[in-house]
């Protein structure tokens, strides 16, 4: 019977409750297995440590591992090459299975290069080839955080001399497979230390095999490990519908998968929607190095905020192309994810804290609209309801007062950012709220609020029509029925010269429809 393998770092204090990957090793180890040198490269806290200890012992029985972890050398390991080569010498001796399996021989040899001098890379290529050479089953070289190494051009040397050998495996006795892992991958690295003009793809960033295995956790595997944790704590969860709400918001980002259980489990106590929805709120408000990463990344690279901007506030579908630079990135970072072949903003949780990065910047809180929603906010909230109808109704008379002379394009393409930024202070620190990602387009844009255990959801569009209006109607009242709610609420940006503006409730079906017209 196949071993199973449960991990994802750990989702609850108890180490108990973990998310079968089983499935994952089973297909990385058939990468393995043909003899591929690949990259396993995913954004931070995406389950890449975890998984590569899971897979060292997955693969044990039939390959000998040389793991390294280049977290445990410092800058100055990297400095030249004889320092390099003791550092790396000096990792490998301290790995116990290996130092007994390679035999006394090499692991002498080991010994003296970790204290050496005058050595050159050569010196543990000699090594490498020699332990591939004397025990009887295949190597595999796994590192893990090379970014960490990204900057010293003596781990791109020593990528180049990796390259060649193993390209020459027909030749000399070398790894069957090489797994380099960390967020960039080797034709990333370039960019930090080659020269713009030289070629692009040279030397060791032509080899490796695309990593296309799912790093991310699926429902059933989030429902299996919430399963095993219904079973001992008798939470009366409906497990299948937990699972799937936590998926809905993290898109089974690993990481934060991991905090809304860890925060229900350890404070919210409810296993329900409104307690996954509380643990939201919580992740989502607090400070983590995962969304420092995030917006550091925006802040160093100003193109990648560019695009962030014109997929979250203009409803910019931007389709997907592998050639495209900004797109790598954006991946490469984990902004992003591939969906119908178009970019979409990875998950909820991510979206949601991008959208308050950029609504409540400095530029954004000296705003006018900004400023209106903070004063507002003590308005809109009676016995726990949120009334939206009056949110709408001042953002109107708001909206005409502030850019009432704004030429009509403005409100076209700008419109729905004022919104966003009116609403931002009003929702801040209570509630939470997400575009809808397949209903983000430049005609459409369908917003759902989270507050104070309810659920709101607001349709924003342009004018285009009393027809497309119409159809406006139905979109909504079809996703209305997706939530089991019997109120939804538009606001259409509208700039015919003869317009009625204002807010009116509408019936359709068996709908109750409060419609807005700026």
């Known amino acids: 019977m196949e071993k199973r393998f449960n991990t994802t770092g750990a989702c609850f204090p108890d180490q108990h409750y973990m998310v079968d990957i089983t499935d994952r090793l089973i297909a990385i180890k058939k990468m393995i ?36 972890d280049f977290q445990f050398l410092s800058n100055s390991d990297f400095s030249t090459e004889e ?22 021989d090499i692991a002498d040899t080991l010994k003296k290069l970790k204290s050496g001098k005058e050595l050159v890379l050569a010196d543990l290529f000699d090594v490498f080839c020699d332990i591939c050479t004397k025990i009887d089953k295949p190597v595999v070289l796994l590192i893990d955080e090379i970014d ?41 690295l370039k960019q930090k230390i080659r020269d713009d003009s030289e070629h692009q793809h040279n030397s060791p960033w032509n080899i490796a095999v695309d990593f ?105 579908k931007i389709p997907y192309t592998a050639e495209n630079e900004s797109i790598r990135m954006l991946l490469l970072f984990g902004f992003v994810r591939v969906e119908h072949n178009s970019v979409v903003i990875a998950n909820r949780i991510f979206e949601t804290k991008l959208y308050n990065w950029i609504l409540t910047s400095e530029e954004m ?32 008379a708001h909206f ?14 700008d419109g729905r950012k004022c919104f966003l930024i009116y609403l931002r202070p009003i929702i801040n620190g209570i509630g939470n709220y997400y575009v809808e990602a397949h209903t983000r387009d430049n005609r459409r844009m369908d917003i759902v609020i989270d507050y104070l255990g309810k659920r709101y959801i607001i349709e924003l569009k342009i004018w285009r029509g009393q027809k497309y209006n119409e159809d406006g ?12 709610l019997k109120t939804g609420y538009l606001l259409t940006f509208c700039f015919n010269e003869s317009k009625d503006t204002g807010v009116k409730t509408v019936r359709f079906e068996d709908k109750t429809l409060i419609e807005a017209l700026v």
Request: proline share 2%; charged share 25%.
């Open 400 to 413: 005409h007062e502030i850019y009432g002379d704004k030429p009509d394009k403005f409100i076209e393409e």
């Open 365 to 396: 809180r000296d705003t006018s609209i900004f400023k209106a929603g903070t004063f507002d906010k003590p308005e809109f909230v009676k016995d726990g309801i949120l009334d939206v109808e009056l949110i709408l109704t001042k953002f109107i």
């Open 473 to 484: 109607e139905k979109q909504l009242s079809d996703y209305l029925d997706s939530y089991g």
């Open 148 to 188: 960490t190494a990204s900057n010293n051009a003596v781990f791109i040397d020593f990528l180049g001399m990796l390259r060649g050998y193993y390209l020459r495996r027909n030749k000399i006795t070398f790894f069957k497979s090489v797994i380099l892992a960390g967020v960039r991958d080797i034709r990333n």
């Open 83 to 104: 320092r390099f080569v003791s550092a790396f010498a000096r990792e490998m001796y301290r790995n116990e299975l290996v130092r007994k399996v390679v035999g006394n």
């Open 212 to 316: 296309n295995i799912n790093m991310s956790l699926t429902v059933d595997g989030i429902a299996g490990m919430l399963s095993d944790y219904e079973s001992d704590h008798n939470t009366g969860m409906n497990v299948k519908a937990v699972a799937k709400l936590i998926y809905d918001y993290t898109s089974g980002y690993p990481v934060l998968v991991s905090s809304i259980c860890k925060a229900i489990d350890e404070g919210i106590k409810e296993w329900t929607e409104n307690g996954v929805l509380k643990a939201v709120n919580i992740v989502q408000n607090a400070n983590s190095p995962l969304f420092d990463s995030l917006i550091n990344k925006l802040e160093d690279y100003p193109t990648l905020k560019k695009d962030v901007i014109k997929i979250l506030t203009n409803g910019d």
């Open 33 to 68: 297995d043909c003899g591929d040198y690949f990259v396993i490269n995913r954004g931070r806290q995406y389950g890449k440590t975890t998984t590569l200890n899971a897979l060292e012992t997955y693969l044990t029985p039939d390959y000998l591992v040389i793991s390294m």
